[in-house]
């Protein structure tokens, strides 16, 4: 309560008309005087219970609770809580501003809201029987399907699980670029560390952030949007980046995107024990709050409590209503903290971050949301990062649903109507004649092997009961229909088989290759979108590291790289975190083609690239993290290869045994010369007459008869006939062998000048770890070809 401090120079006036008898009313002035300052009462807490003002007013609590506390008459940091230092009736003012802004904001995207619960029965995840008639849903005869088509289903979880195969790889999905044009060795294994120890924080310390990311992708594939909130946690005390669903982002419909929104609303549902350490912590007011209300469900909550099977029952009990919070981003013009321009008040709204509890319709929280340093034309700093499937006409963007919800309507009621058909022809109605008599019940059930009775009144049966006439002959054109629709859909959502070549094995490799682009041009684009909105979520995380470095390395590193806060500094100030995704390969699949495509090029001109590098890109893109284990150590490239190895020797066993065939074909020749000069001798002889006994009695050789000088002259024939066989077949064998030792000599040339080029072109790595000169490369290779020339025997 305030005494007479509000008044300086007032003067009493009476309303009405004066009366003239009336003495004139006196000047009545209080004089403040400067010098005497307000006096506080504190408390051992630092409570302050009454402050006595100069003027001899006093300001006491009329609830009995402590005005504030000596803490709160201290300076505010600039993010602090500005709440502490606003005028209540101000804090009233705002709060009831920005609430009915968001009332408005809320009614602008109302149709966007219905279309989404529709979209969320159209995803088929409840299980629903076939109905009875006259239920809610108006099912008009019992028994009707209520099946849905997956393919919006289906197209939903291809998008996500491509999505995050290529946003969130298993060793982490942040990647370092080092902007310094000239890095030295210190520099790139800062940046190593960096990495490493970047990936580590967002799968190890941050748990949250790959099921987060994994839910907010199949929520953007199938509305359209999804974001990313960056800031640091209080509770958690470290940078998190949490993702938000687009149903609680409340923005106004006219914004086209979240730079020209008039305000950012977070709606978020707290736990009462979580609010209560918000205040304990100073980040809320601590202020009484009164009980939470339920609050208001929309088109779309109602229908993802009933996909959930929730129901408004659970949560009657106030203790177990959790509160809602609006965490709103707004521009404010506040009292007391007006903007400056040339030493006067602009009138400028500047950016702030207001929090309002809505249930008690107070506000816990005011904080700016500018730099410091920003402070001639605030800029708002950004917090929120939007992830687009297909850019749409309003903020929300253009998702799966919109795409595929009226082709997945069609293909649901056609399947129902298919169903049906067959249900109600093996099943048929019938109609029954009135003259009958009175029947026990009219739905007849007969089981197999059953019967049932009918009270005809002596009619024969197929006069009393006619069955309906259903027919099945328009179900092939049906689904025929339905197949057509849904791969119409899968082609306009991205997510179509392509047929390549349709099993023919000899298609055309560029024809296959345009025919997948064709089929993935749509997702590429989506993933392009993707990689950008991933690029700035880490910018933002970086910002909040460079504010709050210690939440980084005093967590654990992986790479036990020693960290303090102005080497940290360093590292973020000269690396840029990327995404690890390739914003031009939106698959595993693409990226395979990529690296098919690279080994041709290669093949076809092996001098133009290393072999070593290409091979270690296509083991990485195939998944392999360390290719280096799969090569061969650098002292064994130069060796030769196995295969020349293998084929020196398999060409030196067929020398031996083309020696071993010349040594036989010899013997043979020989063998046969000698029959012929014994055959020869013989003929010779037959020519000369029987010599008379010598002188000691002996008489001369026995003469040949006719017939053994033709059988001689025969084997003498024959003789020669068999030595010019062998000679020519000595000749072959020589010529043979001649024709393979110059084919091996070429053999061993080509495979000794091919090693020689590889030498050449990827010479072995040193000990430093520098490639050799190419001079010496090439006198290796030298060497190689003389050594293979001096193991080919010369003849």
């Given at each position: 309560m305030s005494g007479l401090a509000g008044l300086n120079h007032a003067n009493l006036r009476l309303v009405g008309v004066p009366d003239p008898d009336t003495p004139d009313a006196p000047q009545v002035t209080v004089d403040i005087a400067p010098d005497n300052p307000d006096s506080p009462d504190i408390d051992d807490a630092g409570n302050i219970l009454r402050i006595d003002h100069g003027d001899g007013s006093i300001t006491v609590?009329?609830?009995?609770?402590?005005?504030?506390?000596?803490?709160?008459?201290?300076?505010?940091?600039?993010?602090?809580?500005?709440?502490?230092?606003?005028?209540?009736?101000?804090?009233?003012?705002?709060?009831?501003?920005?609430?009915?802004?968001?009332?408005?904001?809320?009614?602008?995207?109302?149709?966007?809201?219905?279309?989404?619960?529709?979209?969320?029965?159209l995803l088929?995840?409840?299980?629903?029987?076939?109905?009875?008639?006259?239920?809610s849903d108006g099912a008009p005869v019992e028994g009707m399907s209520k099946v849905r088509h997956p393919l919006l289903l289906e197209a939903v979880l291809r998008f996500q699980a491509n999505a995050r195969s290529e946003l969130l790889p298993t060793d982490g999905p942040v990647k370092i670029r080092n902007d310094n044009t000239s890095p030295n060795l210190t520099e790139d294994q800062t940046a190593t560390a960096l990495e490493q120890d970047f990936n580590h924080y967002l799968t190890a310390v941050a748990t949250e952030y790959y099921p987060d990311t994994d839910r907010m992708l199949f929520m953007t594939g199938f509305g359209g949007t999804g974001f990313k909130k960056v800031y640091k946690c209080p509770l958690r005390n470290r940078p998190v980046s949490e993702a938000v669903d687009a149903h609680d982002l409340i923005v106004n419909q006219s914004a086209t995107d979240l730079a020209n929104a008039q305000r950012?609303?977070?709606?978020?549902?707290?736990?009462?024990?979580?609010?209560?350490?918000?205040?304990?912590?100073?980040?809320?007011?601590?202020?009484?709050?009164?009980?939470?209300?339920?609050?208001?469900?929309?088109?779309?909550?109602?229908?993802?409590?009933?996909?959930?099977?929730?129901?408004?029952?659970?949560?009657?009990?106030?203790?177990?209503?959790?509160?809602?919070?609006?965490?709103?981003?707004?521009?404010?013009?506040?009292?007391?903290?007006?903007?400056?321009?040339?030493?006067?008040?602009?009138?400028?709204?500047?950016?702030?971050?207001?929090?309002?509890?809505?249930?008690?319709?107070?506000?816990?929280?005011?904080?700016?949301?500018?730099?410091?340093?920003?402070?001639?034309?605030?800029?708002?700093?950004?917090?929120?990062?939007?992830?687009?499937?297909?850019?749409?006409?309003?903020?929300?963007?253009?998702?799966?649903?919109?795409?595929?919800?009226?082709?997945?309507?069609?293909?649901?009621?056609?399947?129902?109507?298919?169903?049906?058909?067959?249900?109600?022809?093996?099943?048929?109605?019938?109609?029954?004649?009135?003259?009958?008599?009175?029947?026990?019940?009219?739905?007849?059930?007969?089981?197999?092997?059953?019967?049932?009775?009918?009270?005809?009144?002596?009619?024969?049966?197929?006069?009393?009961?006619?069955?309906?006439?259903?027919?099945?002959?328009?179900?092939?054109?049906?689904?025929?229909?339905?197949?057509?629709?849904?791969?119409?859909?899968?082609?306009?959502?991205?997510?179509?088989?392509?047929?390549?070549?349709?099993?023919?094995?000899?298609?055309?490799?560029?024809?296959?290759?345009?025919?997948?682009?064709?089929?993935?041009?749509?997702?590429?684009?989506?993933?392009?979108?993707?990689?950008?909105?991933?690029?700035?979520?880490?910018?933002?995380?970086?910002?909040?590291?460079?504010?709050?470095?210690?939440?980084?390395?005093?967590?654990?590193?992986?790479?036990?790289?020693?960290?303090?806060?102005?080497?940290?500094?360093?590292?973020?100030?000269?690396?840029?975190?990327?995404?690890?995704?390739?914003?031009?390969t939106s698959s595993s699949g693409q990226r395979l083609m990529k690296v098919m495509a690279l080994k041709q090029l290669q093949g076809a001109s092996p001098n133009l690239y290393d072999p070593i590098k290409v091979d270690t890109a296509a083991l990485n893109a195939i998944g392999w993290p360390n290719p280096e284990e799969f090569f061969v150590p650098p002292q064994a490239r130069s060796q030769p290869?196995?295969?020349?190895?293998?084929?020196?020797?398999?060409?030196?066993?067929?020398?031996?045994?083309?020696?071993?065939?010349?040594?036989?074909?010899?013997?043979?020749?020989?063998?046969?010369?000698?029959?012929?000069?014994?055959?020869?001798?013989?003929?010779?002889?037959?020519?000369?007459?029987?010599k008379p006994p010598d002188a000691g009695g002996v008489a001369g050789p026995e003469p040949v008869s006719p017939v053994d000088m033709m059988g001689a002259q025969a084997k003498l024939i024959d003789a020669h006939t068999r030595t010019r066989e062998v000679a020519v077949r000595e000749q072959q064998a020589r010529t043979e062998d001649h024709n393979r030792d110059l084919d091996r000599e070429a053999d061993e040339r080509e495979a000794a000048i091919a090693l020689a080029g590889d030498v050449i072109k990827a010479p072995t790595a040193g000990e430093s770890g520098k490639q050799v000169d190419v001079s010496k490369a090439g006198h290796k290779a030298r060497k190689i070809i003389e050594t293979v020339d001096k193991s080919v025997p010369r003849e």
């Open positions: 609590s009329l609830d009995g609770k402590p005005l504030e506390t000596a803490a709160s008459k201290g300076p505010i940091e600039w993010f602090g809580n500005l709440a502490e230092k606003i005028d209540r009736d101000e804090l009233s003012r705002i709060t009831e501003d920005l609430l009915q802004g968001i009332a408005d904001d809320l009614q602008s995207r109302r149709e966007w809201i219905e279309d989404r619960a529709l979209g969320v029965k088929g995840l409840k299980i629903e029987l076939p109905n009875v008639q006259g239920a950012i609303t977070h709606k978020v549902m707290m736990r009462p024990s979580t609010v209560k350490r918000m205040q304990i912590l100073d980040v809320y007011r601590d202020i009484e709050l009164s009980d939470a209300r339920l609050p208001e469900a929309d088109a779309l909550k109602q229908e993802e409590n009933a996909q959930q099977g929730l129901s408004e029952s659970s949560m009657q009990r106030p203790g177990d209503r959790e509160r809602e919070i609006y965490e709103v981003c707004c521009e404010l013009d506040i009292k007391g903290f007006e903007h400056q321009h040339n030493g006067k008040d602009s009138g400028l709204q500047v950016p702030y971050v207001a929090t309002i509890d809505v249930s008690s319709r107070e506000m816990l929280r005011v904080e700016r949301n500018y730099n410091e340093d920003d402070q001639t034309l605030p800029v708002a700093r950004k917090r929120f990062v939007k992830f687009p499937f297909v850019p749409g006409i309003g903020f929300y963007d253009i998702g799966l649903l919109h795409i595929l919800g009226n082709t997945t309507n069609a293909a649901t009621a056609a399947w129902r109507e298919g169903l049906d058909c067959g249900m109600y022809a093996n099943f048929p109605g019938f109609l029954t004649a009135d003259t009958a008599g009175r029947q026990n019940t009219n739905i007849f059930r007969i089981p197999p092997g059953g019967s049932a009775q009918l009270k005809t009144g002596g009619m024969p049966i197929r006069d009393f009961a006619m069955p309906l006439p259903y027919s099945t002959q328009q179900m092939p054109a049906l689904m025929q229909l339905v197949a057509d629709m849904v791969e119409t859909g899968r082609r306009i959502g991205g997510t179509a088989e392509v047929q390549v070549g349709e099993g023919r094995a000899d298609v055309p490799v560029g024809t296959v290759m345009a025919m997948i682009d064709q089929a993935i041009k749509v997702m590429n684009a989506v993933h392009k979108r993707m990689h950008a909105a991933q690029a700035e979520e880490f910018q933002l995380l970086k910002q909040q590291f460079k504010e709050h470095p210690e939440s980084f390395y005093q967590r654990g590193c992986k790479s036990k790289t020693a960290w303090d806060k102005a080497k940290f500094l360093a590292a973020l100030e000269n690396c840029n975190l990327v995404p690890q995704a390739d914003p031009n290869p196995p295969q020349l190895v293998q084929q020196q020797a398999e060409m030196a066993n067929k020398a031996k045994d083309s020696q071993s065939k010349q040594m036989e074909a010899h013997a043979r020749m020989t063998e046969a010369q000698s029959t012929a000069a014994e055959t020869q001798e013989k003929i010779k002889l037959g020519h000369f007459a029987p």
